[in-house]
């Protein structure tokens, strides 16, 4: 992949100080709901707000999002709070419709990312934009999948590219909702070290309370972000109750990570030894 150092530009002026931090509802469920969130995440380390429109949902019956009238709803957050917005999209429709409200970044749901097709559908429909593109890994273990997903957003010239890692199913019961598979991660990294990777911890954990270890871990092993679903009323949220965090906890998360900074190199590097040793 040629010019990966432009793929950081989008980081790096955040970079420095935090890691970057994407929170918000799994799902925008009302207006009310999506205002309030943003508003109590607008003083916080949080850059994006993410709501899922469109959710992909295992079995039909299920809630499946609002849809385009929640892409009003974040706008009318960013108008508020200052807050970026953020949404997951999964067909050209989708993609028409974000742009049209300037969400600020689009990402690729795991579903999404291990179809070809419906992946050049969605980069052919994103040609060109300067919107941030992230693309979450397939739901099964397929490094190279990944990376021919990320290289046809790289052909079709997006510029903000980066991916989120959000583990990988298994048929097997784990503590994991999703199991991390931290290698998979590692060596996408090691192979495409200027593409910024953000962890997801809340879909490889499936519970709250796990979502502080596999943060740390995720930025002991040099990740640049964290994407964490975050409601007032977890308990009572329309998809992935289990795993969302209140404002407040999100908080908490963040007092309790330890944060490494670019001077530490060594220290990260010793981490990063010592994670993949544990495995
Ligand atoms: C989500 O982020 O709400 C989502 C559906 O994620 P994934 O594609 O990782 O399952
Ligand atoms: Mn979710």
């Known amino acids: 992949m040629e010019n990966k150092k432009e793929f950081r530009s989008w980081l790096d002026a955040h970079k420095l ?14 207006e009310e709901q999506v205002l309030k969130i943003a508003h109590e995440l607008k003083d916080t ?30 706008q009318k957050a960013k108008a508020e709070t200052g807050l970026l917005t953020a949404t997951e999209v999964a067909n050209r429709a989708h993609v028409e419709l974000a742009l049209e409200h300037d969400i600020d970044l689009l990402w690729i749901g795991a579903r999404s990312t291990v179809s070809p097709f419906i992946v050049q559908e969605i980069a052919d429909a994103l040609e060109g934009t300067d919107k941030v593109v992230l693309v979450k890994n397939p739901v099964n273990p397929d490094l190279a999948l990944w990376i021919g997903a990320v290289e046809r957003f790289h052909t079709a010239n997006i510029k903000n590219l980066g991916v989120i890692h959000r583990g990988f199913s298994t048929y097997d019961k784990s503590k994991y909702r999703n199991n991390p598979e931290w290698q998979i991660a590692v060596d996408f990294q090691t192979r495409y070290p200027d593409i910024p990777l953000i962890c997801d911890p809340s879909h490889i954990t499936g519970k709250r309370d796990m979502i502080l270890e596999v943060s740390q871990t995720a930025l002991d092993l040099n990740f640049d972000g964290l994407m964490i679903e975050t409601h007032y009323d977890p308990d009572n949220a329309w998809s992935d109750a289990a795993q969302q965090v209140t404002p407040d906890s999100l908080i908490q998360i ?26």
Do not use: M
């Open 17 to 30: 100080e935090h890691p970057i931090v994407i929170a918000g509802p799994c799902s925008a469920e009302t």
């Open 45 to 74: 380390d949080v850059t994006y707000l993410r709501a899922g429109i469109w959710k992909p949902r295992t079995r039909p019956g299920n809630f499946e999002g609002v849809g385009a009238i929640g892409l009003k709803w974040l």
């Open 254 to 279: 963040f007092k309790d990570l330890r944060i490494r900074k670019e001077q530490d190199d060594e220290v990260g590097y010793q981490s990063k030894l010592g994670v993949l040793r544990a495995q």
